[in-house]
């Protein structure tokens, strides 16, 4: 077998090819390390403007372009060798690094495994020096015009090192991924300029004005950038805590949005998640994650970053103390910001107000949001039960999150039901509420492997596009999950033998193509399950701009009164407007 090392090899030197791509290994994994190298070495060089291009999710190309101080002409020579860096003279200066690179190693290693090349000025210097490397080495060098900064462009990233490019995935999960490296830089130096643009179209900007709100506003949106918490910790050894987090009523079903900088840094630590949701504890369900953007800042020969050659793991001399600060200074904060308990007194009768709800309103007997077409084998009535939990369940949530009984009152613009409650005024988006509610369906469904599947009388077969046909591929189980029955039928032919019982209304070809392509846009979910819930949810839910009938309107608040997290979709976007007794009459100058 070839794979077993046989004797038979004599010993040799590696050739320079050979052990720069070897070394490459470590540092450029993918396209998005390109990007993170890149990126991080134009922050090293002072710019306040970084501007990302890729062409295929970066399979095809990268190029960075910052403003920074560029690189002086008789530098560039050894740019591509390995340990070639500007950031450190001595041994000695490893102890405390406060620029992202030190190891000199990404442009050796990019050139080992790409076509790169690089056009830099530096402000003294008339024109801009141009130079192309591959195969681990400078080929030329030539003056260009060209402005003050640099621009690094890589191209056939890998196409030397095929056994590499095999365990890339497609374009868009590699976009993806891209994506999430520049929002996290974004975050982490809010007074630069970010740009991403994606085969000629923009995919992400941050407006790089220093406020870390503004940078939180282009990640996510202006809502989560309002509602998050400003948070302070220090310590008397140095260790500085900043940065937003949600209140306790705004969470999302995984850690993917607890971002952690250590002196600017974007850094993974398990421990100092843990020290974030740990602060939650007994305020947040324990399957729920807050969001944060926290920024440590500790001195910097108390923090060794060189545990990696990605550097995203960090080893602090106290890890303990970093602990303490971090989480203290995060409890303090949504203790002292958490939202005023009006909903919460109301739900306080939780239990009550469920049994109230079902003696004032009549139960249906078939459920409209679960989309049933009529003539379903399926009872609707039980499906719609099934997979709501049972109220001690429930009890497990926090109590903020529960809705009071509401009453409604009729429909806005047919995209919002009115409603009132004990304590005001609610508006309730009727596509993000339904979402909301088929989503908490779905998931549940999926985690007790009891999936509500419309099978077909007649199976449907679908023609797929590569990416599609890939999605399946990889993802076959989940979709199962989520109710799709299929069975492969040839190359990129599959027969659809049942839908999600919330698509049964729809083609059932259609809503699977749909959904394929809805899903490789979902990406801000973190995990495929969570993209194709909310996908199928999304699809799945009454739309915006549908006159509803007063009964459809009183099953959907029904619903979400029982939902476990009434008050946003699966997208974070938020379900319902609530206007208090005390803000009306403040309003109307009653008090
Ligand atoms: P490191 O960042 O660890 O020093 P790199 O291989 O990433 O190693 O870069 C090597 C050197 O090239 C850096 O130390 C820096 O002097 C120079 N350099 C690379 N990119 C840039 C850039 N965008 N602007 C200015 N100098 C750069
Ligand atoms: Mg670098």
Redesign the pocket.
Known sequence: MSCWYTGDMPIQVLSHEVAARIAAGEVVERPASAVK??V???I??G?TSVQVEVVAGGLEGVR?V?N????PAA?VTS?FQRH?????TSADDLNSIL???????????LAAVAEVS?L?RTADQEVATFVEASNARALRQEPRGGPV??T?SVTQLFDQVPARKKFLRTAKSELSRIHTVLTHYALAHPSIRFNLDSDGRNAFSSPGNGDIREAVAAVYNREIAQALLAVEGTSDDGISVTGLVSAPDLHRANRSYIGLYVNQRPIQSRTLTYAVTEAYRGMMAGDRFPLAILMVDVLPEDVDVNVHPTKSEVRFRVEGDVFSVLQRAVRETIVAGSPVPEIGVAASNRGASSTLAANRFPERSHGVWGGFSSGSTVDATAQLQMGMPEPAAQNAFPMMDALPTLRVLGQSQETYIVAEGPNGLYLIDQHAAHECVVYERLKTAAATHNPEVQGLLEPVTVELTSFQAETVHEQGEVLAQYGWDLEPFGDRTYLLRGVPAVLATKGPAKSFIELLDGVGEAVEFSTWEDRIAATVACHGSVRAGLVLSHEEMVEMVRLLEKAQQPHTCPHGRPTMLHLSANNLERHFKRT
Request: hydrophobic content about 40%; glycine content about 14%.
């Open positions: 190298e890149l991080e070495n134009a090293d060089a710019a960075v910052d920074g101080h560029g690189i530098e740019l070639a860096t500007s950031k450190l620029t992202m690179g030190f190891r000199g190693e990404a442009l050796y290693s690089l830099t900064g640099t690094v």
